[in-house]
C-alpha cells in the first residue's frame, strides 16, 4: 500500500491518451463540483489516482484541483466520495459530454 | 397535461433497448429517453454479443447488425510478470450459420438496435437527460422530469435502463448507492491494426472469424480483476478491469494497469504498431446475486446493469441486459392486455419471469463468488506464478533428471501457498464458489 497521492508516471501523458476521444463541451456548465472543505479527505486525495482521465490533480499545499476536459463520466470519484460530500455529480446536459466512437 | 405514455424508457443501451422494442412491438405508446447524442454515445463493453439473447428480439439481427467477426477461438491465459500459461480452444463447428459470439463495437451496434426500436414505433428521443422521477401524492411513479425545457413527461411505468450509474433510481430511493466492493472500473483502448495483421496475428481465416482471450492473473496486479484481448474486424479491444474497493487499496491508477498490459512481453507482439483511436473507461456491475436491488414497484422497474445483471464468472452483461429488458417489457405489454395497472403487486410477475429464467439461476449459482475472491486474492496472484515456475521446470531440458523435476515442481506449487493444507482449501473454496 503506497501514502503518496501523487499520480505515478505512466507509460503516456494523458493528454495524448485522451486525444483522440471525442467530447462535446458544455462550456460554462461543468457537471461535477467539488464543495470543499477546510482540508481535503482522503477520499478526494485518492481521486488523484483512481480517476481513469486524470482530472484530479494536486496543485500548492497539498490541495486537490478538478478539471474536467478528459472526464468520461465514469462515475468513480463519485461513489468513492459518496461519504465526504466533497463532490457534486450529475450527468451532462443531454448531449454533451464524452461522445464514445466505438466504446 | 403533456401527453400520456404507456412506458418510458430510461436509456438506449441493451436493457432499454430491448424492453422498448418489446413494448412497442407489443403496440404500446413508448417514449424512450437518451443523454448520448446517440445510442451507444455513452457505453463502454468488452465486447461480446451472446447471440441467443439478441435472436429472441430479432431474429434476422445477423443480416443487419453491425458486427465485427465470429468467435471460432477462445483463450484463457495465467499472467505471471514474464509468461502466460494458457488454455485455447477453436472449433470449426463455430464456423456454423448462427454462430453463438460475436465481438461487437457498442457506439454503432447500440445505433443500430435503437434504430430497430424506432421501426418497432418508438418515440426516441436523443440528447436528453432524465433527472427525476415525477410521483403521486400517494408515491405512486407517474414520470419523468428531463433537462429539457417543459413540463415533466408521464406515463404508466418507467423502466429504468439507466446503466451502472443510473442517478435517477438511486436519486429516487429506489435502488441503493453503490458500494465500491460492488462495481469494477474498467478501462479499454481501442487499438487499430490492418485486417490483414489481425488475421495473421490470431491464425484467423477470413474477415470474418474472430479470437477472444481471456486474461488473469498478473493484469490484476493482486486485485480481483481480470484483462481481456478481443479481435474486431480492424481493430483489437483490449482492456482491464478491477474492484474499485481493490483500487482504492492499493491506489494503483488503472491507465498503469493497461500500459503493463500492453506492455507484457505476451501480448505486446500482438498489438505492435497498432494506433489506439480511443481511450474509454466504465464501471462494471460486481456484486452479483446478494446486490440485487429491488426490481419493481408502483409504477417503476429496474432492467440490465442498473440491476446489477453481470454474470462476472462467465463475463456475460449485455445479454442479461437483454433478458432482463425483453421480460420487463414482456411483463408491461402483457398487464396492459390484461387492463391490468402496473402496480407493486402486479409488476412482481417480472421478478417471477427472471427467477424462471437463466438470468436468476445463474446469478444464484455463482452468488458466493464475489465475497470468495475479495478475501482470497492469492488465487489470483500465488496461482498463476506457481503455474509458471512448474511449467519452465518441466519444459527447460537440462542434466537434471525427470523425477527430481517432479518433486522440485511440487514443492513449488506447495511452497507458493506455504503448505498443502492451503492448497486444499483454496481448492475447496473454489469449488463451493462455482457450485
Ligand atoms: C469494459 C467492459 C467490458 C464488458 N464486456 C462485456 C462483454 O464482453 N460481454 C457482455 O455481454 N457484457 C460485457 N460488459 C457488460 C455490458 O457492457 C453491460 O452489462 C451492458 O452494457 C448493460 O446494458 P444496459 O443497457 O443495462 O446499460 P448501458 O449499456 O450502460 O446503457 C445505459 C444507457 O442509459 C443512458 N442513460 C443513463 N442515465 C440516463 C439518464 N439520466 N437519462 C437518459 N439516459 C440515460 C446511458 O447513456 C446509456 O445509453 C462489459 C462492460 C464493460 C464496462
Ligand atoms: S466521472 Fe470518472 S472520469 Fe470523470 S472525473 Fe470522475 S472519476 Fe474522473
Same mark, same amino acid.
Given at each position: 500500500?503506497?501514502?503518496?497521492?501523487?499520480?505515478?508516471?505512466?507509460?503516456?501523458?494523458?493528454?495524448?491518451?485522451?486525444?483522440?476521444?471525442?467530447?462535446?463541451?458544455?462550456?460554462?456548465?461543468?457537471?461535477?463540483?467539488?464543495?470543499?472543505?477546510?482540508?481535503?479527505?482522503?477520499?478526494?486525495?485518492?481521486?488523484?489516482?483512481?480517476?481513469?482521465?486524470?482530472?484530479?490533480?494536486?496543485?500548492?499545499?497539498?490541495?486537490?484541483?478538478?478539471?474536467?476536459?478528459?472526464?468520461?463520466?465514469?462515475?468513480?470519484?463519485?461513489?468513492?466520495?459518496?461519504?465526504?460530500?466533497?463532490?457534486?455529480?450529475?450527468?451532462?446536459?443531454?448531449?454533451?459530454?464524452?461522445?464514445?466512437?466505438?466504446? | 397535461?403533456?401527453?400520456?405514455?404507456?412506458?418510458?424508457?430510461?436509456?438506449?443501451?441493451?436493457?432499454?433497448?430491448?424492453?422498448?422494442?418489446?413494448?412497442?412491438?407489443?403496440?404500446?405508446?413508448?417514449?424512450?429517453?437518451?443523454?448520448?447524442?446517440?445510442?451507444?454515445? $455513452?457505453?463502454?463493453?468488452?465486447?461480446?454479443?451472446?447471440?441467443?439473447?439478441?435472436?429472441?428480439?430479432?431474429?434476422?439481427?445477423?443480416?443487419?447488425?453491425?458486427?465485427?467477426?465470429?468467435?471460432?477461438? #477462445?483463450?484463457?491465459?495465467?499472467?505471471?510478470?514474464?509468461?502466460?500459461?494458457?488454455?485455447?480452444?477453436?472449433?470449426?463447428? +463455430? %464456423?456454423?450459420?448462427?454462430?453463438?459470439?460475436?465481438?461487437?463495437?457498442?457506439?454503432?451496434?447500440?445505433?443500430?438496435?435503437?434504430? $430497430?426500436?424506432?421501426?418497432?414505433?418508438?418515440?426516441?428521443?436523443?440528447?436528453?437527460?432524465?433527472?427525476?422521477?415525477?410521483?403521486?401524492?400517494?408515491?405512486?411513479?407517474?414520470?419523468?422530469?428531463?433537462?429539457?425545457?417543459?413540463?415533466?413527461?408521464?406515463?404508466?411505468?418507467?423502466?429504468?435502463?439507466?446503466?451502472?450509474?443510473?442517478?435517477?433510481?438511486?436519486?429516487?430511493?429506489?435502488?441503493?448507492?453503490?458500494?465500491?466492493?460492488?462495481?469494477?472500473?474498467?478501462?479499454?483502448?481501442?487499438?487499430?491494426?490492418?485486417?490483414?495483421?489481425?488475421?495473421?496475428?490470431?491464425?484467423?481465416?477470413?474477415?470474418?472469424?474472430?479470437?477472444?482471450?481471456?486474461?488473469?492473473?498478473?493484469?490484476?496486479?493482486?486485485?480481483?480483476?481480470?484483462?481481456?484481448?478481443?479481435?474486431?474486424?480492424?481493430?483489437?479491444?483490449?482492456?482491464?478491469?478491477?474492484?474499485?474497493?481493490? +483500487? #482504492?487499496?492499493?491506489?494503483?491508477?488503472?491507465?498503469?494497469?493497461?500500459?503493463?498490459?500492453?506492455?507484457?512481453?505476451?501480448?505486446?507482439?500482438?498489438?505492435?504498431?497498432?494506433?489506439?483511436?480511443?481511450?474509454?473507461?466504465?464501471?462494471?456491475?460486481?456484486?452479483?446475486?446478494?446486490?440485487?436491488?429491488?426490481?419493481?414497484?408502483?409504477?417503476?422497474?429496474?432492467?440490465?446493469?442498473?440491476?446489477?445483471?453481470? %454474470?462476472?464468472?462467465?463475463?456475460?452483461?449485455?445479454?442479461?441486459?437483454?433478458?432482463?429488458?425483453?421480460?420487463?417489457?414482456?411483463?408491461?405489454?402483457? &398487464? =396492459?392486455?390484461?387492463? &391490468?395497472?402496473?402496480?407493486?403487486?402486479?409488476?412482481?410477475?417480472?421478478?417471477?419471469?427472471?427467477?424462471?429464467?437463466?438470468?436468476?439461476?445463474?446469478?444464484? $449459482?455463482?452468488?458466493?463468488?464475489?465475497?470468495?475472491?475479495?478475501? %482470497? =486474492?492469492?488465487?489470483?496472484?500465488?496461482?498463476?506464478?506457481?503455474?509458471?515456475?512448474?511449467? #519452465?521446470? +518441466?519444459?527447460?531440458?537440462?542434466?537434471?533428471? =525427470?523425477?527430481?523435476?517432479?518433486?522440485?515442481?511440487?514443492?513449488?506449487?506447495?511452497?507458493?501457498?506455504?503448505?498443502?493444507?492451503?492448497?486444499?482449501?483454496?481448492?475447496?473454496?473454489?469449488?463451493?464458489?462455482?457450485?
Amino acid at each position: 500500500m503506497t501514502t503518496s497521492h501523487d499520480a505515478p508516471k505512466p507509460a503516456q501523458r494523458m493528454e495524448e491518451r485522451l486525444y483522440k476521444n471525442r467530447y462535446l463541451v458544455d462550456e460554462g456548465r461543468p457537471h461535477v463540483t467539488l464543495r470543499r472543505r477546510a482540508i481535503d479527505s482522503d477520499e478526494l486525495k485518492s481521486l488523484v489516482r483512481l480517476c481513469p482521465a486524470g482530472c484530479y490533480t494536486k496543485v500548492e499545499r497539498g490541495r486537490v484541483e478538478l478539471s474536467l476536459d478528459g472526464c468520461m463520466e465514469c462515475g468513480t470519484c463519485r461513489i468513492v466520495c459518496q461519504a465526504t460530500g466533497e463532490i457534486e455529480w450529475s450527468y451532462p446536459r443531454g448531449g454533451f459530454g464524452v461522445a464514445f466512437k466505438f466504446g | 397535461m403533456s401527453e400520456h405514455f404507456d412506458a418510458i424508457v430510461v436509456g438506449a443501451g441493451p436493457a432499454g433497448n430491448s424492453a422498448a422494442l418489446v413494448m412497442a412491438k407489443a403496440g404500446l405508446k413508448v417514449l424512450q429517453i437518451e443523454r448520448g447524442e446517440t445510442a451507444g454515445a $455513452k457505453n463502454v463493453q468488452g465486447a461480446i454479443l451472446y447471440a441467443d439473447a439478441l435472436e429472441r428480439l430479432i431474429p434476422e439481427f445477423r443480416d443487419e447488425a453491425p458486427l465485427e467477426r465470429h468467435v471460432v477461438e #477462445q483463450r484463457v491465459w495465467l499472467l505471471d510478470e514474464r509468461s502466460h500459461t494458457g488454455a485455447h480452444y477453436r472449433s470449426d463447428d +463455430f %464456423n456454423e450459420d448462427r454462430p453463438n459470439r460475436y465481438t461487437i463495437l457498442r457506439a454503432t451496434f447500440d445505433q443500430w438496435f435503437a434504430a $430497430k426500436v424506432r421501426e418497432a414505433g418508438a418515440l426516441q428521443i436523443t440528447d436528453t437527460t432524465v433527472t427525476e422521477l415525477v410521483r403521486d401524492e400517494g408515491g405512486r411513479v407517474i414520470g419523468v422530469e428531463t433537462d429539457r425545457d417543459g413540463a415533466p413527461l408521464y406515463a404508466d411505468v418507467v423502466v429504468l435502463g439507466e446503466g451502472v450509474n443510473g442517478l435517477v433510481g438511486q436519486r429516487a430511493g429506489v435502488r441503493p448507492e453503490l458500494d465500491p466492493q460492488h462495481v469494477a472500473l474498467a478501462v479499454k483502448e481501442t487499438i487499430f491494426l490492418s485486417e490483414e495483421a489481425v488475421q495473421d496475428r490470431f491464425n484467423l481465416d477470413g474477415e470474418d472469424e474472430g479470437v477472444v482471450i481471456e486474461v488473469m492473473g498478473s493484469v490484476s496486479a493482486g486485485m480481483v480483476g481480470t484483462g481481456f484481448l478481443y479481435t474486431n474486424r480492424e481493430s483489437i479491444s483490449l482492456g482491464v478491469g478491477c474492484l474499485l474497493s481493490d +483500487f #482504492q487499496e492499493t491506489q494503483i491508477p488503472a491507465y498503469v494497469l493497461l500500459d503493463r498490459m500492453k506492455s507484457h512481453p505476451s501480448i505486446a507482439p500482438l498489438i505492435r504498431d497498432g494506433e489506439t483511436k480511443e481511450y474509454v473507461a466504465h464501471l462494471i456491475p460486481e456484486g452479483g446475486y446478494d446486490a440485487i436491488p429491488n426490481l419493481s414497484g408502483d409504477g417503476w422497474a429496474i432492467v440490465g446493469d442498473a440491476g446489477q445483471f453481470v %454474470n462476472s464468472a462467465h463475463r456475460e452483461g449485455s445479454n442479461l441486459a437483454m433478458t432482463t429488458g425483453r421480460l420487463a417489457g414482456e411483463t408491461v405489454a402483457a &398487464l =396492459k392486455r390484461e387492463g &391490468l395497472a402496473c402496480n407493486e403487486a402486479n409488476l412482481k410477475r417480472y421478478r417471477h419471469a427472471l427467477e424462471q429464467s437463466f438470468v436468476m439461476k445463474d446469478l444464484k $449459482k455463482y452468488r458466493r463468488l464475489p465475497g470468495v475472491l475479495h478475501g %482470497n =486474492k492469492h488465487l489470483l496472484t500465488a496461482y498463476p506464478r506457481a503455474i509458471s515456475q512448474a511449467m #519452465q521446470t +518441466f519444459l527447460r531440458v537440462d542434466d537434471v533428471d =525427470k523425477r527430481s523435476k517432479e518433486r522440485r515442481m511440487m514443492s513449488q506449487f506447495r511452497a507458493a501457498r506455504g503448505g498443502w493444507w492451503n492448497v486444499f482449501t483454496d481448492a475447496l473454496k473454489m469449488a463451493r464458489a462455482w457450485r
